[in-house]
């Protein structure tokens, strides 16, 4: 008989400044962001070689994103699977905004 994982949870951390996917409890991988004004600037996002092809990076960004959505803040993409998954799916091009040289600056500044 085989026993059914248990489904992936997503929880956002404010202390770490990211959002985390649990897969039975472990850590599978996570999305980090800056906040600035009005704006969650994601531009890392990392799921662990041992999850790897389960499709848990897009629930992790899907997640993330409705988040972000809920809140009423905007999402910028730096980080690259971010910019891909979000040119996959139109249903968060209003509350997308363009990466620009200033908040590249402003994320290479370290700037809270």
Request: charged share 25%.
């Amino acid at each position: 008989m085989t026993q059914n994982a248990a489904a992936p949870v997503v929880e956002r951390i404010d202390a770490r400044h990211r959002y985390a996917i649990r897969v039975d409890g472990a850590t599978a991988g996570f999305t980090v962001y800056r906040d600035l004004d009005g704006q969650r600037v994601f531009y890392h996002t990392e799921i662990d070689d041992a999850y790897a092809g389960q499709g848990l990076a897009s629930i992790l960004v899907t997640e993330a994103l409705n988040d972000v959505r809920g809140s009423g803040r905007r999402v910028v993409p730096v980080c690259p699977y971010v910019a891909k998954y979000l040119k996959k799916h139109d249903e968060f091009a209003d509350v997308t905004d363009p990466v620009t040289p200033e908040i590249l600056q402003w994320l290479k500044d370290g700037r809270p």
